[in-house]
Structures are given as C-alpha cells and as structure tokens.
C-alpha cells in the first residue's frame, strides 16, 4: 500500500495521521448524513495526473449518459457540462476546474474512492453463492462520510471532510438464502 501512495502521490490523512489508501473507502447510503460513530477529519490528496487516470472511465460513462439524457430530454441537469460542450476529464482539469469539482461532490466519491482501492492492490472478495458470509467485505476501514471540500494545489485535487472508522460489512442475503 506504501508503494501505490508513494508511486502515484495519492495520500490520505485521517486526524493528521497517514492512513493506508486500501483501506479507504465511502458511506453509499445516506452519504453526509449524521453518524454516530465519531467523526475525524480527513484529508486527500490526489495527483492531477492521476486523477485522470482513476475516474477515465466513469467520469466518460457519466459524461456520455448527461449527453444522452440532454438530448432526449431536451434540457440538462448540467446546462454547466453542457455549455462546456460534456468535455472528457482532461479538458475539465485544463478549463473547467469548479464543475469538475461539484461533479466529483455529487456524483463520483464512491468512484474515486473505489478507484483508489483498486490502484492500492485492494480486490474485493467474490461470492461463491447467494448468501455466502466468507465473501462479505470485512475490512476495518475509514468510511469517508461526508466530503466538505474539494480544490486545487499545487497540481493536486484535495478532499476534506469527516468520516469514521468501522468495519464495513455486506451481508448478501438477496436473494432465496441457503440452500
């Protein structure tokens, strides 16, 4: 995990102490709201150039379903994406940094924090079957809860907010159960 952070210049901090980047991860459900597990503060810091490489493929995805939904519909969600001309996240890094930020608020934490785990050497264990405990995603974590700040220095994108530390588990009990 040392490796990716100091390779890719990705570091998190959690109340000023490093925290490992595979163990990072994001509340899905009811994201900001209150929590009662205690909150620290953290920080992220992601390298511009690497941000690229970690949201590509969502931020595309996203980016091309705004589209599709503009021109179906006939007006945008995003008239800020549209009026930039739904541009990928290279050209929001070079020209449109505020609306790349309030897309990564409202749309692509999960994404990003995801990506990151990936980048760290984090893969997600599979189920075998419906149900199947051993498979659950276990980690003791830092859940990122709410995201209250996103800009730019010095060439990198920087999160802060609150979260907590928990363990995060899954139950896959869709489904018919054991059999």
């Given at each position: 995990?040392?490796?990716v952070?100091?390779?890719?210049?990705?570091?998190?901090?959690v109340?000023?102490?490093?925290h490992?980047?595979?163990?990072?991860?994001?509340?899905?459900?009811?994201?900001?709201?209150?929590s009662?597990?205690?909150?620290?503060?953290?920080?992220?810091?992601?390298?511009?150039?690497?941000?690229?490489?970690?949201l590509?493929?969502?931020?595309?995805?996203?980016?091309?379903?705004?589209?599709?939904?503009?021109?179906q519909?006939?007006?945008?969600?995003?008239?800020?994406?549209?009026?930039a001309?739904?541009?990928?996240?290279?050209?929001?890094?070079?020209?449109?940094?505020?609306?790349?930020?309030?897309?990564?608020?409202?749309?692509?934490?999960?994404?990003?924090?995801?990506?990151?785990?990936?980048?760290?050497?984090?893969?997600?264990?599979?189920?075998?079957c419906?149900?199947?405990?051993?498979?659950a995603?276990?980690?003791?974590?830092?859940?990122?809860?709410?995201?209250?700040?996103?800009?730019?220095a010095?060439?990198?994108?920087?999160?802060?907010?609150?979260?907590?530390?928990?363990?995060?588990?899954?139950?896959?009990?869709?489904?018919g159960?054991?059999?």
């Open positions: 995990m040392a490796q952070s100091q390779v890719s210049g990705i570091r998190c901090e109340a000023g102490q490093p490992p980047l595979a163990l990072l991860d994001c509340r899905e459900l009811n994201y900001g709201q209150h009662v597990l205690p909150l620290h503060p953290f920080r992220l810091s992601v390298p511009e150039a690497a941000l690229a490489g970690l590509d493929e969502p931020f595309n995805s996203f980016v091309q379903d705004c589209r599709e939904d503009d021109l519909y006939e007006e945008s969600d995003l008239p800020e994406l549209m009026q001309g739904y541009p990928d996240i290279t050209a929001m890094l070079a020209g449109h940094r505020p609306l790349l930020a309030d897309m990564m608020y409202d749309f692509m934490i999960g994404d990003l924090m995801r990506a990151i785990g990936r980048a760290s050497g984090y893969c997600r264990p599979r189920a075998r419906v149900g199947d405990v051993e498979a995603d276990g980690r003791a974590y830092f859940t990122v809860n709410q995201v209250e700040n996103i800009h730019f010095e060439g990198q994108v920087v999160l802060e907010g609150q979260g907590y530390y928990g363990a995060y588990v899954i139950w896959l009990t869709h489904g159960g054991r059999k």
